[in-house]
């Protein structure tokens, strides 16, 4: 079984490799072992972005409360108190579906996490996927999604429907890499998410290297995004050339991590 001690232990001496470790324990064939490692994962997880930075600098942000189910979060004492005061007089445990949490939130953005999952998407680079679409739960928690992509599209997280990260963590985790790269559906998948949002600011995330495999033409559809979105691309500190490439054919940005344990921090510079 999972030493949860030993694991956060590994997690404060090596961040990157504890939590590659925890990605590919996910899969794990025992069914008792994935289970217990998707949970565990997403708890790590969602602290991890919760705890962070993820809320962004040089921007106003508000402090909004919302139902801890939904969103996760930081506990709202204050709007909680009356469900954990008649909790511990009845000697239960509070309902979870009434208590609050607080979440910061940008007003007018909606942002959608694109995921590559093509190829091997194991051990880092799910754990790195697994902790960017935290990131952009707690960065834009009322208007986002996540969609992962590799020669299909599959929408994780919708624009407009609300789901907890944790449950968008262990969602994600439970898929692995396979296929071709389609850019171009990747993209045609985000405008619809997009579409469903009513913001004015809209801001688009690839988390890829970005080495199309398959497909329509890429360029023209990244292009036609990035004319009424703000398109960054996210890659891996290592292999990057083909990310920069393609940013600078198609007018995105760029920000390079080194692992897993960086994404918070990118996050939080890119939803400022």
Known sequence: MLDEEAFAEHLDAAPDEALALLADLTGATDAALRDLARRLAARVVVDAAATRGTTGRGRT?????????EVGGDLDLDASLDTLVAARLADVPP????LRAQVWNHPGRAVCLLVDRSGSMRGEAL??????????????PDDHSVVAFGADAVVV????????????????????GHGTTD????????????????APERLVVLLSDCRATAGD???????????????????????????????????????????????????AALLA
């Open 127 to 140: 754990a790195t996927a697994a902790l960017a679409a935290a990131a952009v739960a707690f960065g834009a």
């Open 183 to 198: 850019l171009c559906l990747a993209f045609t998948a985000c405008r619809a998410q997009l579409e469903r949002s009513t």
């Open 157 to 176: 997280k919708s624009q407009d429907v609300p789901k907890a990260p944790g449950v968008v963590v262990e969602e994600l985790l439970a898929l692995r």
């Open 61 to 69: 942000a508000r402090l909004r409360t919302r139902p801890m189910p």
């Open 95 to 98: 309902e979870v579906d009434e």
């Open 217 to 267: 033409d890429h360029l023209r559809a990244a292009a036609e995004l990035a004319s009424s979105s703000r398109l960054v691309v996210v890659a891996p500190e290592a292999d990057a050339e083909a990310a920069r490439t393609f940013a600078a054919a198609v007018g995105a940005a760029v920000t390079a991590v080194a692992g897993p344990a960086a994404i918070p921090a990118a996050f």
